[in-house]
Structures are given as C-alpha cells and as structure tokens.
C-alpha cells in the first residue's frame, strides 16, 4: 500500500469496521433518545434535563472538533509555537463565556440567542437578524468538520480522486442529519458526551505513549522535534513572524479565537439544557477543566508527531497538515490505534456538525418561523416539524461547502467561524445584557453590519484566493485555486471586523430615540437573580 492508496500500513478494512461501530452504536442511543422528544423544549433544548456536569462533558464535545484534534496536532507538528496559538486562544476563550455569558444568558432565554436580543427589542426584526448570523456561523464552522471528514476518510480509507472525497463527505452529512432528525438536542447530546469521553481517553493514551518513548521528559520530545523539523519550532514566528502583515494576522487570529467562544450559537444554545443557572455555571466549569486537559494533550501529540512522524511526511500525507494525529497513532500502535484514533476523529466530527445543525434549524424555526413568518401563533409540533425540514436543507448546503474547503487546514477554517461568531454576536449580547441605552437599530447595524464586514473581508482575503503554490503539494493554501482577488492582506478579519461591529453598535443606538428603560430594568434582574427564567430557582 503507497500513499495514493492510504497510508502505508493503515487497514482500510478494519478501519470501516470500527467507525461502522460507532455510528450503530450511536444511533441506537439517537433512537433510545427520540422516544421522549415530543414537545419543542425536548426537541431543542433536550427538556432541560442534563446536570451540570453532563453539560460540561457534552459542551466539550462539542468544542473539542476536528480542528482541536486533527487541525491542532498538525499546526503544532508544522509550526511548533505558533500552531500552539489555536490550543491557547481556544482555552482562554471559555474566561470570557464563563464571566460574561453562560448564566446571564440561561436566565433571560429560552431556546436561542435571538431570545435573549428580542427580550427588550422589537420582535420581528432582531430575531430574523439572530437567525441570519446564526445560520452564518453554523456554516462556516461546518464547512471545517466536513473538510475534516474528507482528509480524514481519504488517510483512512485510501479513496483517492476527488469524486471519492466528495461522496465520503456526502455520507458524513447524511448520517449527521439522520442524528438531528430522530434525537434532537437529547440524542445529539448523548452522542456529544459519548465521543467526549472517547476522545479525553484516546488522547490521553497517545500522550501517556508518545511520553513514555521520550523517557516522560517534555525536553527530549522537544529536541526531538526540532532535529526533525527544525529548530524554528520552538520560537515565535515560524508560520505569523515573517512579515508586518503576519505579525498582525497573528494578533488578528488570537483576538478571533478569545471572543469567538461567547459569541458561537451551538455553544450558547447548550446552556439551555440544563434545569438552573446554576448548572449553568457548573457546566462552564467541568467544561473548562476537560478541555484545558485536552489542550495540553495537543501540544505532546503535535511535537509528538512534529518528532516521531516528521513534518515532510504530514505535508506529503492526504489531508495536508489534518493528518498528523492519525500518522502519529499510526507510528505508536499500528492498524489497531489508527483505526480507533479515526473512528474517534470521525465521531467528533458527527457530534459536532449534529449539534451545529440543530442549532441552526432551531434558529430558523423558532427565531423566523415561529416569531417573524407565524407572529407566535404556531404549534410547537408544527415549529418541529419546520426544524426538521431545515435540518435537511442545512446538511445539503453544508455537503456542498465541505467538498469546496476539503484542501484547508481545519484549525483555521474554525478560526473564520469564530471572527464571524465574535463580530456578528459577542458585541449584540453584551451590550444587550449590560447597556441600558441598547436599542433595536443598534442590535440591527451591530449584527448585519459586523456580518457584513467579516464576510466581504474574508471573500477578498488571502484565505480564499491569491497565495502562491507550495511546491511540495502543487497547490495554493487558498480556498480557490489559480485565481487572485484578494485585497485585503489578513488571513483571519477580527482585528478590523470585532472593532468595527462593535462600533456600529454603538453608533446605531446613539442614532435612535427608541428606549426602554422598564423593560431593561425587568433584564436586569431576571439575567441576574434566574426570576422569571425557564424553569426557575431563585434561591
């Protein structure tokens, strides 16, 4: 077996085998789950009926994508230090949702964002603006999982040719889809805390293993790290220190990945599964701790195969730098651990575009649907029913994004998503949670127009035309091959995006006469105290 067939040593047969186990596995728990979904709190926020701890474990499951596993590992393993940046920015994000968001936000919504903006605002208009940056966000962060999926499955399973790519992605999005349509938030749920705990584990293994070859010194791993791919891996600089304009993409991407956390959908929409805001809090906590264990596993596994694999193997592999983590797994045990590693790397990828597009057909349903198209007159089996059918459009818009994106590193395409989420939403629920002034046009010109600016400078940015050929693979980084018109010179817009929504939302609320002081007051103290929250405990 060469490399055009798979990975020399990998057992594609075993491989299907032990991902084929999962996904029975997971649907029969999908199907257990969707008995007890009936009403539209089951079906979206899973009845309320996870503790805090459970929460914390799925929300885990749901940040830890593909772009903390594979995209990570191959960042660290390529750029040493500077891959590390993704690890750091993702873990500090978690301060800014803990402190600012999490319980604030279980108190004054119900099911979505657009519930929290629409509390003291005009009805209509916010929410059909909530669920546009929301289905924004969600498609863009799917676009990295299905990216993902594909590298992952050509390694795995030796289909070369672009056409076999493109139907590996297709059935990842089928089954993705299967798990919304029958378990809703519950299913989707157990599923998250299941490859949660798969993932930790298969983690933590690799890293006990790729220590224990170095003798459990940090310094030999390192050293030999560096007499492979360079002693650049261990300084600053080597991937965002080359020029002015990395060093600012450098800040640009860090400021990205700090506010992206508060302001991503799926990851708000979790803290309505839980009875209390309390739970809320708890949850935040347990979510904290996994992950910031999980990153810390990243940096071994990304020196780990930086040492053991070697970082001209990872850029010759399918899957460009997305294949480091299975290579590594590869080197350490063989067939076995590789097929176990990518079925855990496959399954993070089902949880977290399952739980994306929940969140994304919950939007649409509840936000447009229910409250702008029907004014609240509908039947909660009828918002559902909506839910579903948007679910399935969501999963064909998503299998056409993954077959464009399959060639990007996955760590930086959820870093696109995280300058949406942190322009469009963060500054709209802050200042709604914490400016008593904040209106309905500033909440409009804040989302629309901090959509607007990411978008139009992601479109024009080297991200997605313009950067020259690697003469290792024969391709450009970007997104669209052979053409140039980008203009602006950042990979990653939140230096000048986050600023600048920020800004309009300030400025569009100056702008407006409308206020309503009674109705912030009636806020303020619900997002404070749980009074008046769904399934409130005031004590």
Not at 265 to 273: D, E, G, I, Q, S
Not at 324 to 348: Q, R, Y
Not at 382 to 392: F, K, Q, S, W, Y
Request: proline residues 3%.
């Amino acid at each position: 077996m060469n490399l055009a067939a798979g990975v020399e040593g990998s057992n594609s047969t075993l491989n299907i085998i032990i991902f084929l186990v999962f996904v029975a596995i997971t649907l029969v728990i999908v199907f257990r789950a969707s008995r007890n979904t009936k009403t539209a709190s089951d079906y979206y926020a899973a009845g309320r009926a996870f503790t805090g701890p459970q929460n914390g474990i799925a929300i885990s499951g749901d940040y830890l994508s593909a772009a903390s596993f594979l995209g990570i590992a191959g960042a660290i393993a390529v750029n040493g230090y500077d891959g590390f940046l993704y690890s750091v920015g993702f873990l500090v994000a978690w301060l800014v949702a803990l402190l600012l968001v999490a319980e604030l936000l279980r108190n004054t919504g119900k099911f979505t964002m657009g519930d929290v903006l629409a509390f003291r605002m005009k009805q209509r208009p916010v929410r059909a603006a909530a669920a546009v940056s929301t289905l924004a966000v969600s498609f863009f962060y799917l676009l990295a999982q299905m990216a993902g999926a594909g590298g992952l499955v050509n390694l795995l399973l030796g289909i070369s040719g672009e056409a076999g790519q493109d139907i590996v992605i297709a059935v990842v999005g089928v089954i993705m889809i299967l798990y919304v349509l029958i378990g809703g938030m519950k299913g989707t749920t157990w599923v998250q805390i299941i490859k949660a705990a798969l993932l930790i584990v298969g983690a933590f293994a690799m890293t006990l293993w790729v220590l224990g070859k170095y003798g459990f010194n940090l310094s030999s791993l390192f050293q030999a790290a560096v007499d492979k791919g360079g002693a650049g891996l261990l300084d600053p600089g080597k991937q965002y220190g080359k020029t002015g304009t990395t060093k600012l993409d450098f800040l640009s991407l860090g400021i990205a990945l700090v506010l992206g956390t508060a302001g991503l959908p799926h990851v708000l929409m979790r803290f309505y599964t839980v009875p209390t805001a309390k739970d809320a809090r708890r949850s935040v906590v347990w979510a904290i701790v996994l992950i910031g264990v999980f990153y810390l596993f990243t940096l071994v596994l990304g020196y780990g195969a930086g040492a053991i694999v070697g970082p001209d193997k990872i850029a010759k592999a399918p899957g460009t730098t997305n294949a480091a983590a299975p290579l590594l797994a590869l080197e350490l045990g063989g067939p076995v651990l590789l097929g176990f590693i990518s079925a855990v790397a496959f399954a993070t990828i089902l949880a977290v575009v399952a739980g994306l597009t929940i969140t994304a057909s919950a939007s649409f349903a509840h936000d447009v649907y229910a409250n702008v198209i029907k004014k609240g007159r509908v039947s909660t089996g009828g918002e559902v029913r909506v839910a579903r059918i948007t679910a399935l459009v969501i999963g064909a818009v998503a299998i056409a994004g993954g077959i464009l994106a399959k060639s990007q590193n996955v760590a930086f395409l959820v870093a696109l998503a995280f300058a949406v989420a942190a322009s469009a939403n963060l500054p709209t629920i802050l200042y709604s949670l914490f400016w008593k002034r904040f209106n309905t046009q500033g909440a409009l010109w804040s989302i629309y127009g901090g959509l607007l600016v990411t978008i139009v400078l992601i479109v024009f940015s080297p991200a997605v035309s313009g950067k020259p050929v690697d003469p290792k693979t024969g391709k450009s980084a970007s997104m669209i091959q052979g053409v140039d018109f980008h203009w602006f010179p950042l990979d990653n817009p939140g230096l000048v995006s986050i600023p600048a929504a920020f800004l309009l939302g300030w400025l569009g609320t100056v702008l407006s006469k409308e206020r309503n002081k009674a109705k912030y007051a009636e806020m303020e103290v619900r997002a404070l105290t749980g009074a008046g929250a769904e399934k409130a405990v005031t004590h």
